[in-house]
């Protein structure tokens, strides 16, 4: 079973930096999309960027020349860089991997628990 751990929301000022980190633990054969989402209040869960096992990566243009996300695959952990923050940004973000199961190499997915991040004066 894989499990994923974020860590890093919080709250910031408007203009302010952000690091969100998610780390996929438990038995697997591997990992191919890492990606991050977000849900504002009341509204729909969202891809935020997403990044490929070869490094392919993709964003929202919302957040184009604002975020970057990286992984390490040695660790198995995404990151989301978060610079110059808006209060938009306010939301639930999630981490959410794909992969291939370790015995069977079936596709699994799975979510993290999701952090809050708040943008405010």
């Known amino acids: 079973q894989v499990q994923l751990v974020e860590s890093g929301g919080g709250l910031v000022q408007p203009g302010g930096s952000l690091r969100l980190s998610c780390a996929a633990s438990?038995?697997?054969?591997?990992?191919?999309?890492m990606a991050w989402y977000r849900q504002a209040p009341g509204k729909e869960r969202e891809l935020v960027a997403s990044?490929?096992?070869?490094?392919?990566?993709n964003y929202a243009d919302s957040v184009k020349g604002r975020f970057t996300i990286s992984r390490d695959s040695a660790k198995n952990t995404v990151y989301l860089q978060m610079n110059n923050l808006k209060p938009e940004d306010t939301a639930v973000y999630y981490c959410?991997?794909?992969?291939?199961?370790?015995?069977?190499?079936?596709?699994?997915?799975?979510w993290g628990q999701g952090t809050l991040v708040t943008v405010s004066s």
């Open positions: 959410n991997v794909n992969g291939r199961r370790l015995a069977t190499h079936r596709n699994f997915e799975v």
């Open positions: 438990g038995s697997f054969f591997s990992i191919n999309t």
């Open positions: 990044i490929l096992s070869g490094g392919s990566t």
